[in-house]
């Protein structure tokens, strides 16, 4: 069984001050999986770009630069594909039955096969997760001793969706996990923030995925277009099952609904597009549009 | 016995493993053997040395020798103490064997970590060492340089350890600082020890810089047709070693750029040049990695080029060394050196380091932590030397602490046993860190000794009783052909306490590589060969026979650059150091005018002097009277009354006010005085090395000293009082000038006439030009009684440097302001009028490229003073007095002059100097709020 999508992300820049160079890198484009083709991809910038070049990163996603330098008020970067996903969400109860702390034990002596730096990169602090005394503490109920790995990913999921507040605007890209556990809200990057920092403050290797997950209409409506937006989860890693990918936000593990853009460390890996500019004065505002509807649907955009 | 870092005659043959043999009584020497000389009577003496420091001292002020970014009144001076440190070559040869191996081990694990990576296993190489050093850069994975070599240019940090054998402390690969302070120490050592220089067959810095120049021609991109440019990338003037970054750039010849000056544009990196975009082959980097790029590497950077990374990666731009190379200097690496020197080389390490454990290996972590009172613990996530600390002076309650961060992240921590000949030697990021970390305390507070704990180095190192205790060797290999060219010598620096850091205090010494102490060979000179503009130019004195001519005729041997190197950055810089110097200048000749009129009337206020001396006093240095004091508004039109001295210049007493011309002279924190414009000169100059000639320095470092001399000595007499106003300022201000006019000279006679020093030209110009008419507009508009005029119209022909040109013309008749304006104004033989000044303008500004705006405006502007000028009747607007006493007329032509002077200069930047606009970082869709909230059970937010 599998899934098509159409998959448009459009970002726009407006300047208060005439921008003469804009500089960019973009992680808008789905990368290919076993469980996720992208059929067909395009990028626009527009103004157009003097210079582009399309680069797969350290972690395998397919970014694009971007360099424009002719004089602008509005920069708009659209990336648009097709993909198709087969994933099947697995059953937490026919995961590898392993205690998270012979995985932890396992990483810590190689013994991982051939994804030993991914693996052991993926326990270490990085730019936006820390491994804090506030998260250690959140995280202690979860990691009785003994438990099998796969029901830690269950609980921290079920506990982040129940015990934080979804609020949109309430974190910025400079939230840590110690503001969030404090003020108790935040959104799916802090969740994933989270995850990952207290599997990795018990050795555990974790990931951080950029991608998108399919919203419906509520029965007898229309699809609001252009609704759609980033999302982020985590991936784990679990002897035998590899990388297993857990959405926090909605206590479930992925599947076809969602559409997999790359991964990293944590958001300042993969986040969809950063950039600089010259110009006189700061001041822009800054919109986005994602739309992830089924193949075939009107187009959008 | 042994010697910190010199070596040590024996009587037994060295030992097979190239240590020093049999020791001969114990402790350490602090002197090197002067044994090899044919007279030992030639040895230094104490006194000998004592007069070698005081002339070295002079030496590098007069070359602006600085470390430490911009300090006042020689807190910055570059500390070197003559006294070599002296190695035999035998002993040398061992070492730069074992340095080239290093060099060679260490280039292949470079290209083994951005590529293969088959050295990253728990047996050879932990994972962790490099995945969590912040120096392994993600972005650059899979780069590779053109030839055989990643690793260029690295620098070993050695001591001797208590056998007397050398020991590697530190590799420093990111963007090793300290070979121009090598080469500058050589120049100056020679010259102040040239007593036994010349005695000694001393190996050459020269053919490391030469190698250093091959190695960057070596690495141009494939796609290169050769004629790109070759740039150092500066971390900026502010940065420690701005002195080392800018001599290295002059030496080789090479553009001095900040990232600023260069622009990645079709996925090529070009140097902003005046004449337009010119091609970027390769960056000489001394800029941290992170900081090279603001997309790709660390955001927020205003120091990088946007798309550096870019550029890189399609190979089109050869960065040296390449970004990502600091993850060598992970003091972990250390650990592993020697079972890599067997898998890589199949050879065995020849330069050991110190003993360094890495606390991510279990059994290294508990031997560790027993021993942490005697241990040097390093974070390996910080920069190089930063954030150490000295396990022995911690209380117990610090080791503890320092035990629970070690636990909670074992593998981001390395200990190292400290050696020495005679106790611990502590390398302290020694002329690091480069670059914006320079801005961030480097290591973090609690980790430095405190002041005055045992061990705190203090004040100059090798002047402390007892010599210096503990010692570190800098050296440097360069790629060169199949190997690595190691310089034959280095940095040497010396400390009183433990820890060896330039920023600490430490000084540095020259190391001399003895080629043969038995066959004294005649006396040679080594002088750096400094690039000014495209000629080749030495500088030093006494014979210059030997080394110089080779080097500068195979300096040479890539041919020159054919790029201009000019920025409008530059072009600033020159163009405020002609501005300042000749405001400085100009400051100079009003004090010396008000300073002689005020010891002649200051007791006689309402005589004609005095009320001239008043009249000048207001008009002329408003600054210097006290508040509310300055009849003279801030334009320097006067208003003063015609009878009785201006408002403010006498007190109560109908005494005169004495005016604080002293603070005029030497207060460098008030803008517009003359010390504040020398420092400003000094600091431009500074950041235009690479473009001045190396005798530009010696003028602005005697000025300072004169300034600094006169600041500190304590003048009698109350300042208030009359004498004292002008105690110790003629001579200070004679001094002044004298360096000022030398700086002069060896602008007008010392450089090519390009564009470069067509700004320099133009801004002392415009600035003459400004200050002129503002004094006239201060003196000339009011008319006076006869007797006053004259007095204050004579000071004016004094403070414009021309009054015995009037005197001789006007045969002894009193000054008149007819005359005067007609000399002062527009007389074009005269090189201090207006007239002069604006065709020198005018010959300057259409000699240079614009890189901003049409220039329409600027040359407008100019040509309506040049008609102002043409068109002033001078003798009928001076004789044009009004009842209120004012020449209206002349003032209002003046006005129009002055204003148009005004928005020229502004014009000239905007034109000349348009700096491109400011980097900033896009808001980041985090913050947009874009993101995707948690769905209902149907899959519907």
């Known amino acids: 069984m599998s899934r098509t999508y159409d998959l448009v992300h459009r970002t726009r820049y407006v300047y208060t001050a005439p921008v003469t160079g804009s500089y960019g890198r973009t992680t808008t484009t789905p990368r290919d999986l076993p469980d996720q083709r992208c059929l067909t991809t395009a990028l626009v910038v527009d103004p157009e770009p003097a210079d582009t070049a399309a680069h797969t990163d350290w972690f395998g996603n397919r970014t694009t630069y971007y360099a424009v330098t002719t004089p602008h008020t509005e920069l708009v970067v659209t990336a648009r594909s097709r993909v198709e996903v087969t994933r099947v969400a697995p059953d937490p109860a026919t995961l590898p039955d392993h205690a998270w702390e012979t995985v932890a034990e396992r990483v810590a002596t190689g013994a991982v096969g051939t994804d030993l730096l991914a693996v052991r990169e993926a326990v270490l602090p990085s730019a936006h997760v820390a491994t804090t005394d506030a998260v250690r503490a959140w995280a202690a109920p979860t990691f009785t001793a003994g438990r099998p790995l796969a029901e830690v990913l269950v609980e921290l999921a079920h506990r982040i969706r129940t015990e934080l507040a979804y609020r ?87 599947d076809d609904q969602y559409v997999v853009l790359g991964w990293g460390r944590d958001y300042d890996d993969v986040p969809p597009l950063r950039g600089v500019i010259f110009t006189e004065r700061s001041g822009s505002s800054l919109t986005v549009e994602v739309d992830l509807v089924p193949a075939g649907s009107d187009p959008f955009l | 016995m042994t010697d910190l870092l010199s070596s040590v005659p024996l009587a037994g043959a060295d030992g097979p493993d190239g240590r020093r043999g049999g020791r001969r009584g114990g402790g350490v020497a602090h002197r090197p053997d002067w044994g090899w000389l044919e007279d030992p009577a030639d040895a230094p003496t104490p006194e000998v040395l004592a007069r070698a420091r005081e002339a070295a001292d002079r030496l590098l002020a007069d070359h602006g020798v600085t470390y430490g970014g911009d300090r006042r009144d020689g807190d910055d001076a570059w500390r070197l103490d003559p006294e070599p ?97 090598a080469m500058e120490d050589r120049r100056v050592v020679s ?128 960065v040296v060394n390449p970004l990502g190379s600091s993850v060598l200097e992970s003091p972990a690496l250390l650990r592993y050196l020697p079972r890599l020197a067997r898998v890589v080389l199949d050879e065995d390490l020849l330069l050991p380091s110190a003993p360094t454990w890495w606390c991510g290996e279990e059994a290294a972590r508990a031997h560790v932590l027993t021993r942490l009172d005697r241990l040097t613990l390093l974070p390996t996530t910080h920069g190089p030397g930063s954030g150490a600390v000295l396990g022995w002076q911690l209380d117990a309650a610090g080791r503890a602490a320092l035990r629970a961060r070690i636990e909670a992240e074992p593998w981001a921590w390395v200990a190292q046993e400290p050696v020495g000949p005679s106790g611990p030697v502590v390398d302290l990021a020694a002329a690091e860190p480069e670059g914006p970390d320079a801005l961030v305390p480097p290591p973090t507070g609690d980790l430095l000794p405190a002041p005055g704990a045992p061990g705190t180095p203090g004040g100059r190192a090798a002047d402390a009783a007892g ?38 205090g430490a000084a540095a010494k020259d190391v001399w590589v003895l080629a043969n102490p038995d066959a004294a060979r005649p006396p040679t000179q080594e002088m750096p060969v400094v690039t000014v503009t495209g000629v080749a130019r030495r500088d030093g004195t006494g014979d210059d026979r030997g080394g110089t001519v080779e080097m500068s005729v195979e300096m040479f041997d890539e041919g020159p650059q054919r790029v201009t190197g000019l920025s409008p950055r530059t072009a600033e ?80 007493d109908g005494r005169l006010v004495a005016p604080r011309l002293r603070d005029l002279m030497l207060d460098d924190r008030t803008p517009g005085t003359v010390a504040a414009s020398v420092r400003r000169s000094a600091r431009a100059a500074g950041a235009v090395r690479d473009q001045l000639s190396p005798d530009a320095f010696g003028p602005l470092a005697r000025i300072e000293r004169a300034l600094r001399d006169e600041r500190l000595r304590v003048r009698p007499g109350s300042p208030g009082q009359g004498p004292a106003v002008t105690a110790g300022l003629r001579g200070t201000l ?45 003196t000339v508009v009011q008319a006076r009684p006869p007797q006053v005029d004259d007095l204050v119209l004579e000071s004016v022909l004094l403070v414009h440097e021309s009054a015995m040109t009037y005197r001789r013309r006007q045969q002894g008749r009193g000054v008149e302001a007819g005359g005067l304006l007609e000399l002062l104004v527009q007389d074009r033989t005269n090189p201090r009028s207006l007239a002069y000044q604006l065709h020198r303008l005018r010959d300057d500004l259409t000699a240079v490229p614009g890189t901003g705006r049409a220039p329409d405006q600027r040359d407008h502007l100019l040509a309506d003073v040049v008609d102002l000028v043409e068109e002033l009747e001078a003798v009928p607007v001076a004789a044009a007095v009004e009842d209120d006493g004012r020449r209206g007329r002349l003032a209002e032509q003046l006005e129009s002059m002055r204003w148009r002077l005004l928005a020229l200069a502004d014009e000239v930047e905007r034109v000349h100097m348009a700096r491109p606009l400011p980097v900033r970082s896009l808001e980041d869709p985090w913050d947009a709020g874009d993101l995707r909230g948690p769905l209902d059970g149907r899959g519907t937010p």
């Open chain 2, 191 to 318: 010259q102040v020890m040239a007593g036994v220089y010349r005695q000694a067959s001393i190996a050459r810095l020269g053919p490391f810089f030469r190698a250093l120049r091959t190695a960057l021609h070596a690495v141009r991109p494939a796609s290169s047709d050769g004629a790109g440019a070759i740039v150092l990338l500066t971390s900026g003037e502010a940065s420690e070693t701005a002195f080392d970054q800018a001599y290295l750039a002059s030496m080789l010849g090479l553009p001095l750029v900040e990232g600023s000056d260069l622009v990645v544009r079709g996925g090529r990196v070009w140097l902003h040049g005046l004449d337009g975009l010119e091609r970027v082959d390769v960056v000489l980097r001394r800029l941290d990695a992170d900081w090279c790029d603001p997309l790709d590497l660390r955001a927020g950077s205003r120091l990088g080029v946007p798309g550096l990374v870019r550029a890189v990666r399609g190979g089109a731009v050869s």
């Open chain 1, 168 to 254: 949109s605007g309430s974190t910025t890209v400079r939230t840590t996990q110690d503001e969030l556990l404090a003020q108790g809200a935040g959104v799916c990057q802090d969740f994933a923030h989270l995850m990952i920092a207290a599997l990795r403050a018990h050795g555990l290797p974790a990931r951080y995925v950029s991608g998108y997950i399919e919203t419906r209409p509520r029965p007898g409506r229309e699809k609001l277009r252009g609704a759609d937006a980033s999302h982020a989860w985590v991936a784990a890693w679990l002897p035998g099952a590899g990388w297993v990918d857990v959405d926090p936000t909605n206590d479930r593990f992925v």
């Open chain 2, 573 to 652: 810089n020159l163009w405020w150091l002609g501005r300042y110097a000749e405001r400085a200048e100009d400051t100079v000749r009003v004090l010396r005018a008000v300073g002689d009129r005020w010891d002649d009337y200051h007791r006689t206020p309402w005589s004609p002097g005095g009320r001239a001396l008043a009249a000048l006093l207001a008009s002329l240095v408003p600054a210097a009277v006290p508040a509310g004091a300055s009849a003279g508004t801030s334009d320097g039109t006067s208003v003063v009354p015609v009878a009785g001295p201006p408002p403010g210049t006498v007190d109560a």
């Open chain 2, 85 to 181: 440190v002296i190695v035999d070559e035998g002993e040398w040869q061992r070492l730069d064997r074992g340095l080239a191996q290093r060099a060679l081990l260490l280039d292949a694990v470079l290209q083994d970590l951005y590529g293969p990576r088959r050295l990253l296993s728990d047996r050879l190489l932990p994972p962790h060492v490099v995945l969590a050093h912040p120096g392994f850069l993600r972005e650059v994975d899979g780069v590779r340089l053109p030839g055989r070599r990643e690793l260029v240019l690295t620098a070993t940090d050695l001591v001797r350890d208590a056998s007397g054998g050398w020991c590697a402390v530190a590799d420093r690969t990111q963007a090793p600082s300290g070979a121009g302070y």
């Open chain 2, 734 to 778: 004679d001094r002044v000038l004298e360096g000022l006019l030398a700086l002069a000279g060896v602008s007008s006679e010392g450089l090519v006439r390009d564009s470069g020093w067509r700004f320099l030209d133009a801004g002392r110009r415009i600035e003459r030009a400004q200050h002129l008419v503002t004094t006239l507009l201060g």
């Open chain 2, 467 to 504: 010599g210096p205790a503990a010692a570190v060797l800098r050296t440097f290999a360069v790629a060169h052909h199949e190997g690595y060219t190691v310089m034959a010598g280095g940095l040497a620096r010396v400390s009183a306490g433990p820890v060896v850091s330039s920023a600490l």
